[in-house]
């Protein structure tokens, strides 16, 4: 990816970097069309600003129930995915992405919609702090959403290639996803190939989905800095 970067005149806080590129997302929104957004407090920000245009669009696909909530509470349409064919453009967050736009996602649980909805999309347009830049995606533990029976042998095979899977815990409870899913977080992963480890980890039984976004990378990433939007290619 290459970049250019407009200048702003503030040195802003990690949740001002979230609002101006969550607004700077707006330019990618087509009148009269519906949206595909992901999840996360940086979407949370693209949903506030996408309030303040909600005459000029048809509406969303969301990617998960926490964004679906906020969407319909500030009176913007929530279509259900298979209702429309395709969108024009993503708008999501990241946990990490790299210099060709390859992404780990999920740290919202919201993965396996993520991907769904990014998959309708023809441009997948990532806002991101300037913190979720990475040269090799791993330092964040992975999420990796799993039928449960399947957990603990999913667990060996990350052991094998130097990962170590923990369950996410809700308070003392698993997490239950969206989708009724439990999921684990795999530290200590360096992912130098994200195309080969997204189909390779996607074949054994019992992943629902891993949180490489490669197959649906990022198009564009606008990274907020603190001398402005930065926009990556
Ligand atoms: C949710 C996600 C989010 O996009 C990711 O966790 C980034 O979140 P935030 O904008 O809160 O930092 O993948 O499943």
Request: charged share 20%; proline share 3%.
């Given at each position: 990816m290459t970049s250019s970067t407009s200048t702003s005149p503030f040195a802003p806080t990690q949740d001002e970097l979230k609002a101006l590129v969550g607004r700077a997302a707006l330019q990618y929104v087509d009148p009269g069309s519906i949206v595909g957004v992901g999840t996360g407090s940086t979407v949370n920000k693209f949903i506030d600003a996408l309030a303040g245009v909600k005459e000029r669009i048809r509406g969303a696909v969301s990617s998960s129930e926490a964004s679906t909530a906020r969407l319909r509470a500030l009176g913007i349409a929530v279509f259900d995915a298979?209702?429309?064919?395709?969108?024009?453009v993503y708008i999501d967050g990241a946990d990490e992405i790299d210099a060709r736009g390859y992404m780990i996602k999920g740290g919202g649980a919201a993965l396996t919609r993520e991907k769904i909805v990014a998959a309708m999309a023809s441009r997948f347009i990532c806002i991101a702090d300037a913190?979720?830049?990475?040269?090799?995606?791993?330092r964040y533990p992975l999420p990796v959403e799993v039928i449960p029976m399947a957990a603990r042998q999913i667990a060996r095979r990350f052991a094998a290639l130097g990962g170590e899977a923990r369950l996410r815990l809700q308070g003392d409870e698993p997490l239950v996803t969206d989708n009724g899913q439990h999921l684990l977080d795999v530290h200590g992963l360096h992912i130098e190939a994200p195309l080969a480890f997204e189909s390779e980890v996607n074949?054994?039984?019992?992943?629902?989905?891993?949180?490489?976004?490669?197959?649906?990378?990022?198009?564009l990433c606008l990274l907020g800095t603190a001398q402005g939007v930065q926009t990556l290619r």
């Open positions: 298979n209702e429309v064919d395709a969108l024009a913190s979720k830049q990475v040269e090799v995606l791993g074949q054994w039984p019992g992943v629902v989905t891993v949180g490489v976004f490669a197959r649906q990378k990022a198009t």
